[in-house]
């Protein structure tokens, strides 16, 4: 593109016309025309990066032809030419979201400063709006921390969730970031621009959870002075979070399951069913299945609520991902309380061995209770609490030669599967000679997998 379409309004013939001439040396496209009326045509019709309008026009007012531009596209600059002193329009005109004002009689050379810079400005606020609208579709889980393959595998599943409006159902230990990953997914979702409303369904008293679920009619029972807007009314063309669900005492369950299913239900106290349109997750550290097996939990529900079931691994099981999270939570806990402390490496390697039974959570703790509490500026293993210090290797450190070894075993054995026992099959399969098979089968003990093709009975 060359340089940004302007468009002047201004009705003094001699003003526009040397106005148009300097700015067409610029190199500028410009559009000049005497009145409000014609300007409004020009700004539907043409693609103008700049409007510079006057303010006293003698149809319409310049504030008009401001609003008219920054409603046909947000990105355009409009600079307002004021007459000597009257103040109050040059604010007027700020206030409505004017780039900048210029007073009348103007220095030519100062006006076409205010015009690159504004030019720079409409530049910058398109080149803006595209990135944002660019982020906005690609899949974002950057809140997550983690880069092992659990959590890899996590954000191809999420990525294909959040393009879907099913149900989910959140599993996994305390302090997983199943409350995170519900907002992740709602945020990466088409509903991004409604809701996202949560629900902690342990925390509310059993006699509470359908008001707060359903909202109430005024009352309704005693202490409902007014009529109340429950959650998922709230949720409507959002995502609702129904955290804890493994705690929602039996009679709420059916309800929830008919809005599970219908997208419909009643205030408590009232007649009038209300439709919404709510994406729900769900989220428990309880084991749902053996909640119903044991009764606790409606079958039936548990069926609509696991729709989409997603696992998020315990800490423990991805242990790389420790060094992350700990630098991670040190800068911001640095930054919260003005310090620059950092873990040694044989902390965070101790971190790396503690088994984490709270998760992320307690990471969080951990991390935040040793930069408050740091006496310089490095967190030493001595620094850590006991029972995270006094870890023991939970995955034993084995030479690489037996992780080797037993990989070959399982191979030769599925060759050999494959053969059907055949060891002269397997052996060429395998690019090495029957002997060198036959050597490895007996280091193996796998002796008995395969047969000499003399011994064959079938
Ligand atoms: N992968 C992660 N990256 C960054 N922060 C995380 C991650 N997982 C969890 N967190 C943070 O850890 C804390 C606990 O996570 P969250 O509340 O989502 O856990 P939860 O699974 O809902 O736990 P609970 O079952 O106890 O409610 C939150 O502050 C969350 O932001
Ligand atoms: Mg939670």
Redesign the pocket.
């Known amino acids: 593109m060359s340089r940004a379409a302007v468009l002047i309004v201004e009705d003094d013939k001699i003003m526009r016309q040397s106005l148009a001439d300097a700015l067409e040396d610029e190199g500028y496209q410009v559009v000049a025309v005497a009145g409000g009326g014609e300007g409004a045509v020009a700004l539907e019709q043409g693609e103008f990066g700049l409007v510079i309008t006057d303010v006293r026009l003698p149809d319409v007012s310049g504030l008009a032809i401001l609003k008219k531009a920054r409603q046909i596209d947000p990105a355009i600059q409009v600079i307002v030419i004021t007459g000597y002193g009257s103040i109050e329009d040059a604010v007027a005109a700020m206030r409505a979201g004017a780039f900048d004002y210029v007073t009348k009689p103007f220095d030519l050379e100062a006006m076409l400063l205010t015009v690159a810079r504004a030019v720079e400005h409409h530049r910058l606020t398109q080149e803006n709006i595209r990135l944002r609208r660019q982020v906005s579709t690609y899949f974002d889980t950057s809140?997550?921390?983690?880069d092992s393959p659990p959590?890899r595998r996590l954000y191809a599943l999420l990525e294909r969730v959040c393009r879907t409006d099913s149900t989910v159902l959140?599993l996994?230990?305390?302090?997983?970031?199943?409350?995170?990953?519900a907002s992740t997914i709602h945020y990466q979702s088409d509903r991004r621009q409604g809701p996202f409303v949560a629900v902690n369904c342990a925390a509310l008293p059993e006699g509470l959870i359908e008001s707060e679920l359903f909202g109430h009619e005024k009352g309704a029972f005693t202490g409902a002075n007014a009529r109340r807007a429950g959650r998922f009314e709230l949720a409507h063309q959002g995502t609702i979070f129904l955290?804890?669900i493994g705690d929602v005492p039996l009679p709420t369950q059916v309800k929830l399951l008919r809005v599970l299913e219908e997208r419909a239900f009643e205030r408590v106290g009232g007649g009038e069913t209300l439709e919404v349109d709510v994406r729900v997750v769900a989220?428990t550290?309880k084991d749902l299945q053996a909640e119903v097996q044991a009764g606790r939990f409606r079958e039936d529900l548990f069926y609509r609520l696991n729709v989409i079931p997603i696992e998020?691994p315990p800490l423990r099981e991805r242990a790389e991902?420790i060094p992350l999270?700990v630098d991670?939570f040190t800068a911001r806990f640095n930054d919260r309380f003005g310090r620059r402390v950092r873990f040694s490496s044989g902390a965070v390697a101790a971190l790396c061995r503690y088994g984490f039974p709270g998760?992320?959570?307690e990471l969080?703790n951990l991390v935040e209770r040793a930069v408050a509490l740091a006496d310089g500026d490095t967190v030493e293993l001595a620094d850590l609490p006991p029972h995270v210090r006094g870890a023991k290797e939970r995955v034993p450190l084995r030479p690489l030669a037996a992780v080797t070894a037993e990989a070959e075993q399982r191979h030769i054995q599925r060759i050999l599967a494959f053969t059907g026992g055949n060891r002269t099959q397997a052996a060429k399969l395998l690019g090495i000679s029957r002997k060198t098979l036959w050597e490895k089968m007996r280091l193996h003990g796998l002796e008995d997998q395969g047969r000499a093709e003399t011994h064959r009975t079938t």
């Open positions: 809140a997550i921390i983690g959590m959140l996994g230990e305390s302090g997983t970031g199943k409350e995170l990953v955290d804890e989220a550290n998020l991902d999270l991670h998760n992320v959570r969080i």
